[in-house]
């Protein structure tokens, strides 16, 4: 069973920046396409943005031409770099797959506070 550990996250003043990476276990990477989500406090899981195995990256309207999310297959890892930080943007993020396959557990995620 394949497991993230999120990090990266911290306090952020609006229209800062913060990269957030996600270490992936098992062996997933070159074949399924993977995505970062988020929870803010008194809301449901959200998709973020996803990047295929190749292709084009695809983006939450919300977050579409501030954050950038990449990929290294040789490493597992997947990165979200989020520029102009909005108090919007708080929530604890998340990777998975795109879509979940029910199969990973979700991992702790890392808790993204955009504050003054």
């Known amino acids: 069973q394949v497991q993230f550990v999120e990090s990266g996250g911290g306090l952020v003043q609006p229209g800062g920046s913060l990269t957030l990476s996600c270490v992936a276990s098992?062996?997933?990477?070159?074949?399924?396409?993977m995505g970062w989500y988020r929870q803010a406090p008194g809301k449901q899981r959200e998709w973020v943005a996803t990047?295929?195995?190749?292709?084009?990256?695809m983006y939450s309207d919300s977050v579409k031409g501030r954050f950038t999310i990449s990929r290294d297959n040789a490493k597992n890892t997947v990165s979200l770099q989020m520029n102009t930080l909005k108090p919007d943007d708080s929530a604890v993020y998340y990777c998975?797959?795109?879509?979940?396959?029910?199969?990973?557990?979700w991992g702790q995620g890392t808790l993204v506070t955009v504050s003054e």
């Open positions: 998975n797959t795109v879509p979940p396959r029910g199969i990973e557990t």
């Open positions: 098992g062996s997933i990477f070159s074949i399924y396409a």
């Open positions: 990047i295929p195995n190749s292709g084009v990256t």
